[in-house]
C-alpha cells in the first residue's frame, strides 16, 4: 500500500538523461554582460554604431546557441575569472534552458537587425528593449523568460 | 536622424510625440531605460506573489474562461495519467526539457510523497502530454495541479514552489484514515 512508487516521481519516461549540470550562477553572469550590453545599445539610439552593437549581442546569442551558454565569451569570462573566486555552487543546472532562452534571444536580436535592413531604423532599440527586459529579469531575479515562452511556443504546433 | 524614411519607422516616431523627444538625447534614453527596467521589475514581483502560492480551482462552470471543449471535466483519472492516483492526493507536474525550475519543485514534491500517506507525485513530460496541456490550459512550466482522492483538480501553481506552500495546499484534503472510517 506505498503510494508513492519511486519510479512515478522520477524523470518522466521517454525524456533521456539530462546532460551534465553547469553553475547556474554562469548563465546569470552572462545576462549580466549582455544587459549591459544591451543598455549600451540602447543608449546609442538609432543608427551605425547601435546597429553594430546589436550585431556583436547577436553574434554572442549565436555562439549560445551553437555551443551552450557554457560556450559563449560570457561564459568563458566567467569560468576563468568569476567562479574561482565564488563558493562552489549548491546545485548544477540543466544547460538546455538557458541555451533555448539564447534562440529566442537571437529571434529577437536577428528580427530586430533584418527590420533595420530593410530600413525600419526603430527595430534596433525596440528589439534591443525586448531583450534587456529578458536578459534583465535573468541577472536580476534568476527568472530565464526564454525558457518559460518554450511551452507557449510549443502549445502553437499542430497538434499529433 | 534622416535615416531612409520608411513608412513604419516614421509611423512610430511620429505616433509618440513625447517618445520622440525622450529618445532625441542619452539622458532621455537613460530615463527610458530606467523605466523599463523598473516596469520589468514591477511585473517580475506581482506575478511571482500570484504564482508562489497554490490557487483553488474554482467549479468547472466558471472554469478559466474560454468555453472550451469538455469544461466539464476538471477530473483526471489514474488512466488518464498513465499512474494510479494516490488514496488521499495526486501532485500531477507538468515539466519540461527547457525548464530552469522544474526539478526543485521535483525534489520538492517527491520528498512530500515520501514522508505523506496517500499522497503521490506524477511528472509529465508536457510534450508528451499535449493534450492535458491543452485542456488544463497549461502555460508554463512547471505547472502543477493538486487533485483530490477522486482526481478532481483542486488547487494549481506554477513556477518555484516550497515545501511549505505544497503542504499548505494539502491541508484542506482529508488524510486517508479519515476517508476510510467516514466513507
Known sequence: MSDSTPDLTARPAGVPAPPAGIDPRGPRFGAAVTAVL??????????????????????????????????TLQGLAFRAWIRPRLAPPVELEDPRPPRFAQLIGLIVVGTGLVLAAVGVASAVPVAAAVALVAAFLNAAFGLCLGCELYLVLRRWAPQH | MTIAPHAASTLADSALPIFDAATSGVAGRAGLVLILLATASAAWWIAR????????????????????????????????????LGSRATFVQFSAQTCASCPQVRRVLTSLAESEPGVVHIDLDAEAHMDLVRRFSVFRTPTVLLLDADGAVRARTSGPLTLDRALAALAPLPAPALRSTHV
Do not use: M
Open chain 2, 49 to 84: 506573489r500570484r504564482a508562489a502560492r497554490f490557487r483553488p480551482t474554482r467549479t468547472p462552470r466558471g472554469a478559466a474562461g474560454a468555453p472550451g471543449p469538455d469544461r466539464s471535466d476538471a477530473t483526471l483519472t489514474g488512466t488518464e495519467l498513465g499512474a494510479p
Open chain 1, 38 to 71: 544591451l543598455v549600451l545599445t540602447l543608449l546609442l539610439g538609432t543608427g551605425p554604431a547601435a546597429t553594430a552593437l546589436l550585431t556583436v549581442i547577436a553574434l554572442l546569442f549565436l555562439l549560445g546557441v551553437a555551443r551552450g551558454v557554457q560556450g
